[in-house]
């Protein structure tokens, strides 16, 4: 193990080289002029993996392709697969941006580009972790699986059917997914649960079209008027959803669990002002973090409708919508609640106008067991190379890869993230900090190690 970690430290500017070069590639996953680069990107992963000893190919999906590659240590050894993506987000505002996001620059201790922290330079700090073993030891001290994607950024909408079309080919003890944040600078953190997502549009149609509201308002619905209400009807006073059935099924987090995750110190009053918001709120009894990890939600992302233009025109809008969106936790079935959404949205609209509800989407929230063996391993890697307690927390967004490979693959996932809190991921500036990819290398390495039987 200490040869090991010795070799990774000679080796961190050949590593860092492989990061800036992948990172030169444009692999914009959602704009067509950029295909060719995410498979760029793809197969300049396969030829990384094959050059130090992997049995690595690249596989079509009917997207973007993906790497699929293996390695086996012995018939005895567990299997881990790593989950990561090679695609990236577009670069948004060249102008926001002190040098181009994909000519990567070296500043401060930090690499500057799209793709350095979400996921490039983290999926390759398991590359990293292989490649050291494989030159110092010859051999993985486990079985080793990849699966490097081209369309993550794009919601991944080929991946679940190539793991359903696959699933021998990828079956495996436990998956390995470095593609989160650290909860503050420098502390490596364990990420063991995702919220899931419920996403529904409410539209309404009024009158044929916009109406004088001199003339005709006061007499026929407005839709806008009549969404403002459907909307205010959806929290109740205190900030609970009030969807009747909407809690029903969530469960209450272990005294245990809750304690763990209060003792993470998070400053409500900096935190609001992080964020320029005036002061937090949320649902009555829960901390911040049990808020926007561990409870359900629901947000209006966008209501529509009418003149929104400069000055005044005085109408009676023809139609208004809005987008809605609820983070769902544990146990919490998304089908169910989207019948139970929609039946309270029809049961509260007024007939003087037309209802439609669209449907954008739902999955599960996913929760990692916190006795596995992988989980303690990693705490115990983490631990010796970063000389500090892992944070175990969970995160509030949605990763729909997790209930699949659950679904799918009978495997649970563990989620060690070496993005830092300031990484800017999918903004201008996008930065991965080199000494903790350096850290989280050396982490990976030992994991490895423990992970052998
Ligand atoms: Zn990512």
């Known amino acids: ?7 990774l430290r000679q080796h961190q500017q050949e590593h860092l080289d492989w990061l800036i070069d992948l990172c030169r590639i444009p692999s914009i996953s959602t704009k067509p002029e950029h295909k060719g680069d995410v498979a760029a990107a793809v197969r300049w992963t396969r030829d990384l993996l094959a050059r130090l ?60 580009c799209r793709g350095a922290a979400d996921d ?34 794009i919601s991944s909408p080929h991946l679940v059917p190539f793991i359903q079309q696959h699933t021998d080919l990828l ?11 650290m909860y503050a600078d420098g502390w490596p953190t364990i990420t063991y649960g995702t919220r899931g997502l419920l996403y529904k549009e409410i539209r309404l149609t009024g009158p044929k079209h916009d109406l004088h509201s001199g003339g005709f308002g006061g007499t026929i619905a407005n839709p806008a008027n009549v969404l403002a209400k459907l909307i205010a009807t959806l929290h109740d006073a205190d900030g609970r959803v009030s969807i009747p059935g909407f809690y029903d099924d969530v469960t209450e987090l272990p005294p245990a669990e809750r304690e763990q995750l209060r003792g993470l110190p998070l400053d409500d009053v900096q935190y609001a002002a992080g964020l320029g918001s005036p002061r937090v709120c949320g649902e009555p009894g829960f901390s911040t973090n049990e808020r926007r990890w561990t409870r359900p939600t629901l947000d209006v992302n966008g209501i529509y409708g009418g003149y929104a233009g400069e000055g005044a025109n005085t109408i009676l809008p023809a139609r208004a919508g809005a987008k809605v969106s609820m983070r769902l936790v544990p146990n919490q079935g998304g089908e169910k609640l989207s019948a139970q959404f929609d039946q309270t949205i029809r049961a509260r609209c007024p007939d003087t106008v037309r209802l439609e509800i669209l ?12 006795d596995s063996t992988p989980l303690h391993a990693a705490r115990r890697a983490l631990r010796e190379s970063f ?10 967004g949605t990763l729909p890869i997790l209930p699949a490979f659950k679904r799918v693959l009978g495997a649970d996932s563990l989620l060690l993230g070496f993005a830092g809190p300031d990484c ?26 423990y992970l052998a039987p």
């Open 1 to 7: 193990m200490d040869r090991v970690a010795a070799y």
């Open 53 to 112: 000893g992997f049995d690595a190919r690249v596989c079509e999906t009917g997207g973007h392709p993906l790497v699929y590659a293996e390695r086996c240590a012995h018939a005895g050894a567990p299997t881990y697969l790593v989950y990561g993506h090679a695609d990236v987000q577009p670069e948004g505002d060249l102008r926001l941006w002190d040098a181009g996001p994909f000519d990567p620059v070296v500043k401060d201790g930090k690499l500057i």
């Open 120 to 153: 490039k330079g983290q999926f390759l700090v398991h590359v990293r972790a292989a490649a050291a073993w494989l030159e110092v030891e010859k051999r993985l001290p486990i079985n080793l699986k990849f699966l490097i994607e081209g369309e993550e950024e």
């Open 171 to 181: 079956r495996c003890d436990h998956i390995l997914v470095s593609d989160t944040g």
């Open 359 to 370: 449907d954008h989407g739902v999955c599960d929230a996913y929760v990692a067991p916190l």
């Open 387 to 396: 000389d500090r307690e892992p944070a175990l927390i969970r995160a509030g």
């Open 424 to 449: 800017a991921a999918h903004g201008p500036n996008e930065n991965a900090v080199l000494e903790d990819l350096d850290r989280g290398a050396a982490a990976v390495a030992r994991l490895y190690g």
